[in-house]
């Protein structure tokens, strides 16, 4: 390994300022950085450092969405076969291997898209490459039907980065959730791919599709007033239609279960987001009873409040985009507020907008959109508190 | 006694190598220097020149905008050298010691006794009125203002941090008499924090005790827990060692800078106490007692969190009790980032390190990452107990916002109550640096 280490050292001064080579200064250093924590130590303020970085943080979240991955990839696989009717037939490495074949490639035009763009921009900032996108670059993969062609997938990816991110200055800057800034161009420039019954399961061309079969997910089915064809097993496990990382909640769960233990994802945010569906599913339910309802509206009220959580994107949209430290609220107060907002709001463009099918991905959209003003108002509280001190002390006095 | 305040945010740094309580005596240093680096925002006017005879207690410099604040010499003898720096600032005023120099007499008296300007001019006089600090800001106080209380912080929880009751413990009736000395200049109480009963027998005091992690010896989040600052207040803080200067001046009539410094870290062979003299050189602590190594030591005069980083030739700082040496760690690491982390401590829970909350750890000053914008929350609010939205106070800082950085609390920290937050910040951001370019501002603002 020394030569690696003796390579960047000794190329070190050609990307440089004035070097030969000073335009590949941000892909030498981030390459570098990546292979070897670099040997620059403190030079103002504290002599020691945690340990944890950026990079460090970035893997982490990498790390909670392994299983969400893979299982998105069995799950490819599993709903084609199901589709043309041979899953009985085809053993379990063969159903994974079709989906690690068709999803590979989505996770690689996102990262090569996205990275490139980000190496761009670094180098005419004249800093190193800033991690944000590892995270970025696996979440947009996750929440894409598997059938949106590989162009719309780069297309989405640099419109996230670009408008969505370096704009603004790059990572720590943005306003909004990169990710689903991806997610929401696709669904607003192209509804047409990005909807219907056909986005969610894998089909080859020519395959013959059992009689009967729907591609749409329980969402579409839900918002059709057909809950009772839900199994709510399956939607747990996973084994439903809907985007590649998102249908599996006990995979999402166990990254959940990483990013609480390890500090890095907010469990405020998880926590109150959570709350806030099921407290909106319940209203729903209270409410399902009412005169004037139609009568698919009002199968959709009764659908059971904790199904909520468990269905489309819910709960991949509660563990990791809504704790997005940097397009969340910053405050631990406004922690609270902003996750039982995303909660409610889900829930309600669910099942009252009959134009959403899912509502997780613009509930998270506006609250980042208001997270500032919530931490605006937490911080003003600070504020109050500490001139009611001084004036509370000069009136005694 | 009032009942203990519990604090609960914070964080423990266990280094391996903390000082052992045992005491050896060194000799008295051949060159003792004055380092006006040691003030921040302290102009200096010198008043003695090289090679001029000095006794201990005789000016060495003083501050050019209160000409009554005099800065004088440690021990008698000859001054050797002014070093200076970049700009000709003055970085050491170095003297070369004699023992028969003799010293300057002030007044010998019981401080209750004395009234308040008296009190206050045989601290001016002597030179020991630097170590009193003023809050807001964190610098040296100003005679002319009157301070609500004065806040003495009684034990340390920084890293490596001395234990105060084991320097104290035989000085007490000493610390009594610098205590009776203060109470005069302020018409609030002398508060004593401690977080043990080693000085339950002080008279003329409130004690508050404390328990909880670093940063809870720290006398700004002691004055934010017992009687916050407000706009327009100021109190005044002093070292518990300092005060036995004060107290030793009016049993004596003479100045005695002899004090005791803890030699810890990781680099130490033996770490121990060791009774020297206010700004004694760096070699007399360290020569011969830090372990070989093929690699660099880093030696910091104070602790690892707040400390200044100091060479060999240098001399120890002001304020410090404390020599920290830890390794420089000036190496790339394959992986760091990547690595499970059994042996590294980590504020953060994402080194296997957190499932050994006992054991002392060898920490260097490697960055460990590179300087990124600020990504992660709520890293910095865990380790600061205070209600202080500690990154909006900086991010106000950073847009030089001067009324957001007084709605949000700038008066009531300094870098020491937030340096913490500089230790497990993810994005290596220089949180101490800016706190302070803050303060500057305030000064140079409001004055």
Redesign the interface.
Same mark, same amino acid.
């Given at each position: 390994m020394k030569f690696i280490k003796n390579f960047f050292e000794r190329t070190e001064p050609l990307v440089q300022k004035g070097g030969k080579f000073s335009w590949l200064y941000s892909v030498h250093e981030g390459f570098f950085t990546f292979l070897y924590v670099s040997k620059d130590t403190s030079k103002s303020g504290t002599h020691i450092h945690d340990y944890i970085d950026l990079k460090r943080t970035m893997a982490m979240v990498v790390f909670a969405l392994v299983p969400a991955i893979l299982f998105g990839m069995y799950n490819t696989g599993y709903q084609h076969f199901k589709a043309i009717g041979e899953l009985a037939s085809t053993g379990f490495m063969e159903i994974f291997f079709y989906g690690l074949l068709k999803v590979v490639p989505v996770i690689a035009v996102s990262y090569i898209v996205g990275l490139g763009i980000e190496f761009v921009f670094a180098q005419k900032r004249g800093h190193g490459i800033h991690e944000g996108f590892l995270v970025s670059g696996m979440l947009i993969p996750l929440v894409m039907p598997i059938e949106t062609p590989l162009w719309m997938v780069g297309l989405a990816t640099a419109f996230a980065v670009i408008l969505g991110k370096e704009v603004f200055g790059g990572t720590g800057m943005n306003i909004w959730n990169p990710a689903l800034i991806a997610r929401a161009f696709l669904f607003f420039a192209y509804p047409a791919q990005m909807s219907g019954e056909s986005v969610w399961v894998s089909l080859k061309e020519g395959d013959k599709l059992v009689d009967g079969f729907s591609g749409a997910t329980p969402m579409a089915q839900a918002a059709a007033g057909n809950i009772s064809d839900i199994n709510v097993a399956d939607a747990f496990f996973g084994l439903i239609p809907g985007s590649i990382g998102e249908t599996s909640t006990l995979a999402i769960l166990l990254g959940a279960v990483l990013l609480i233990v390890t500090g890095i994802g907010s469990w405020k945010i998880m926590v109150s987001t959570i709350a806030g569906g099921a407290f909106m599913g319940l209203i729903l339910n209270v409410l399902a009873g009412s005169a004037g309802l139609s009568p698919e509206v009002a199968t959709y009220f009764s659908l059971p409040f904790w199904q909520h959580l468990i269905l489309g994107g819910f709960m991949f949209g509660a563990i990791f985009m809504a704790t997005d430290p940097v397009s969340a609220a910053q405050t631990e107060k406004g922690k609270w507020i902003y996750g039982f907002l995303i909660g409610i709001l889900a829930i309600i463009i669910r099942v009252l907008n009959p134009a959403f099918p899912e509502g997780m991905m613009l509930a998270i959209l506006l609250m980042n959109t208001f997270a500032p003003l919530i931490d605006h108002y937490v911080v003003a509280g600070n504020i109050k508190r500490r001139l009611k001190r001084a004036t509370v002390k000069k009136q005694t006095a | 006694m009032s009942e203990t305040i519990k604090l609960r945010k914070g964080l423990n740094?266990k280094l391996k190598g903390s000082a052992k309580p045992e005491l050896e005596t060194l000799e008295v240093p051949k060159k003792v220097a004055l380092k006006p680096t040691d003030f921040p925002g302290l102009t200096p006017k010198l008043k003695v020149k090289a090679d001029a005879e000095v006794k201990a207690g005789d000016a060495l410099f003083y501050d050019k905008y209160h000409p009554e604040i005099i800065f004088t010499a440690p021990l008698g003898g000859k001054v050797l050298s002014v070093n200076r720096g970049e700009r000709r600032k003055v970085l050491e005023v170095v003297i070369e010691t004699d023992v028969n120099a003799g010293s300057v007499e002030f007044t010998k008296a019981d401080p209750q006794t004395l009234s308040e300007v008296k009190v206050k001019e045989a601290i001016l006089k002597s030179g020991l009125w630097p170590f009193i600090k003023k809050r807001p800001y964190g610098i040296v106080a100003s005679p002319d203002e009157k301070p609500n209380a004065i806040y003495i912080s009684c034990f340390d929880t920084a890293?490596l941090a001395p234990d105060y009751s084991f320097i104290l413990k035989d000085q007490l009736s000493t610390l009594q008499t610098g205590i009776n000395a203060l109470a005069k200049l302020t018409d609030g109480k002398v508060n004593l924090g401690v977080n043990d009963d080693s000085f339950s027998s002080l008279k003329n005091v409130v004690i508050n005790k404390f328990s909880g992690p670093h940063p809870a010896g720290n006398v700004g989040i002691q004055i934010h827990h017992t009687a916050?600052l407000?706009?327009g207040e100021v109190v005044w803080t002093i070292n518990p060692q300092d005060v036995l200067f004060v107290g030793r001046l009016f049993e004596t009539g003479k100045v005695d800078f002899s004090k005791i410094v803890a030699l810890a870290g990781s680099e130490v062979k033996e770490p121990k106490y060791y009774k020297t003299v206010l700004g004694a050189p760096v070699e007399t602590l360290v020569e011969g007692k830090l372990i070989a190594t093929d690699y660099k030591q880093?030696i910091?005069s104070g602790n690892?969190?707040?400390?200044t %980083?100091v060479k060999i030739q240098n001399y120890l700082s002001f304020y410090s009790s404390l020599i920290?040496v830890?390794p420089?760690?000036?190496? $790339?690491?394959? $992986?760091?980032?990547?690595?499970p982390?059994f042996g %590294?401590?980590?504020?953060?829970?994402?080194?296997f390190?957190k499932l050994f909350p006992k054991k002392e750890y060898t920490?260097?000053?490697?960055?460990?990452?590179?300087e990124?914008?600020?990504?992660?929350?709520?890293q910095y609010?865990k380790v600061l107990p205070m209600?202080?939205?500690p990154? +909006?106070l900086l991010k106000a800082i950073l847009v030089n916002d001067i009324d957001k950085m007084e +709605?949000?609390?700038i008066y009531e920290v300094i870098?020491e109550d937030m340096?913490l937050c500089?230790?497990?910040?993810?994005? %290596?951001i220089?949180? +101490?640096?800016i706190l302070r370019t803050g303060i500057n501002t305030m000064i140079k603002e409001l004055g």
């Open positions: - | 740094i890293p916050p407000n706009k880093r910091i690892v969190l707040t400390g %980083k920290s830890i420089e760690g000036d190496d $790339f690491e394959l $992986f760091g980032w990547a690595d982390g %590294k401590f980590s504020a953060s829970k994402t080194y390190g920490l260097n000053a490697n960055l460990h990452g590179g990124r914008a600020f990504v992660v929350s709520g609010e209600d202080i939205l990154v +909006q +709605q949000l609390g870098e340096a500089e230790y497990a910040c993810t994005s %290596k220089e949180v +101490q640096k």
